[in-house]
T-cell receptor, first 116, second 115 residues
């Protein structure tokens, strides 16, 4: 089945130690998103790729970076995780074209990041 | 700034009852979407209603949109214990560039359906 897969489901890292979360998709969607969701809160968009074009949200800390080496894969790098970065990180995809704007997003099951 | 707000924050009902959740937003939108999130899982898209639509149905779900009041409601009829989840509304706004598909989520409603 076509889907969005996030690995790992749970990630523990140490304060200040770089960590990378991964997302892959078999939907062949051109847009990929990374969200941060803290406990009992709404998902908050960090950035998204529209094809190869990277779009950063204005309030996303510089500590967060992303890479999209190809259509199928997208990575979230946290350079120096702080205690406040503990959260669920959700990857999502959508197919957004001239003929089909604002399509629904398809989410992975997320990676829950803990900081020691 | 938060685009969507939802109420109630939490809703507890018995199986078989209907559940209604409301969402309000602040700016003009292209469409409004409802998502469901089971505990510890990702979001699942339920239904999308465009700004020129007033009502939409999908199975036991009914969504209404009132653009004059900048509000939407999600009705789940004949609820089941398996409907227990958080429900989020999300809007896409009229913007240029690559902002088309960006979703801004409401704070969500936690629905608990008791067997």
């Amino acid at each position: 089945d076509a889907m969005v897969i996030q690995n790992p489901r749970y990630q523990v890292t140490q304060f200040g130690k770089p960590v990378t979360l991964s997302c892959s998709q078999t939907l062949n969607h051109n847009v990929m998103y990374w969200y941060q969701q803290k406990s009992s809160q709404a998902p908050k968009l960090l950035f998204h790729y529209y094809d190869k074009d990277f779009n950063n949200e204005a309030d996303t800390p510089d500590n967060f970076q992303s890479r999209r080496p190809n259509t199928s894969f997208c990575f979230l790098d946290i350079r120096s995780p702080g205690l406040g970065d503990a959260a669920m990180y959700l990857c999502a995809t959508s197919r957004d074209t001239q003929g089909h704007r604002n399509q629904p997003q398809h989410f992975g099951d997320g990676t829950r990041l803990s900081i020691l | 700034s938060q685009q969507g707000e939802e109420d109630p924050q939490a809703l507890s009902i018995q199986e078989g009852e209907n559940a209604t959740m409301n969402c309000s937003y602040k700016t003009s939108i292209n469409n409004l979407q409802w998502y469901r999130q089971n505990s510890g899982r990702g979001l699942v898209h339920l239904i999308l209603i465009r700004s020129n639509e007033r009502e939409k149905h999908s199975g036991r779900l009914r969504v209404t949109l009132d653009t004059s009041k900048k509000s939407s409601s999600l009705l789940i009829t004949a609820s089941r214990a398996a409907d227990t989840a958080s429900y989020f509304c999300a809007t896409t706004i009229n913007a240029g560039g690559t902002s088309y598909g960006k979703l801004t989520f409401g704070q969500g409603t936690i629905l608990t359906v008791h067997p």
